[in-house]
Nanobody, 125 residues
Framework: VQLQASGGGLVQAGGSLRLSCAASGRTFRSYTVGWFRQAPGKEREFVAAIRWNDRATSYAESVKGRFTISRDNLENTVTLQMNSLKPEDTAVYYC???????????????????WGQGTLVTVSS
């Protein structure tokens, strides 16, 4: 399955952005979808995820209360609403997906088989 992440851009600190992850040619209904990010010079880190079967969500501590992940199976998209953005949120954001399996640790990048190309989020101070 091909994933397409979109919605990145430049925003001032305190602002908001809405990222979307779309699956081409497939229904997203049975996929757990995760968002990860990678800042320059840093390792890729988990941001948020939503499980396919029970819609359980998981968030990194650094984004709790500011980011919200949701899914629209009819539209085949998963959205990451990012509010109260901080300069340290600057990174390339990647969406990832894994089909069918019940993933207990959604923060584990090895649990995801498919990865999108990334979308750049830049937060200015």
């Amino acid at each position: 399955v091909q994933l397409q992440a979109s919605g990145g851009g430049l925003v001032q600190a305190g602002g908001s952005l809405r990222l979307s992850c779309a699956a081409s040619g497939r229904t997203f209904r049975s996929y757990t979808v995760g968002w990860f990010r990678q800042a320059p010079g840093k390792e890729r880190e988990f941001v948020a995820a939503i499980r396919w079967n029970d819609r359980a969500t998981s968030y990194a501590e650094s984004v709790k209360g500011r980011f919200t992940i949701s899914r629209d199976n009819l539209e085949n998209t998963v959205t990451l609403q990012m509010n109260s953005l901080k300069p340290e949120d600057t990174a390339v954001y990647y969406c990832s997906a894994s089909q069918g399996a019940i993933i207990s640790n959604m923060a584990n990048p090895t649990a995801y088989r498919y990865w999108g190309q990334g979308t750049l989020v830049t937060v200015s101070s």
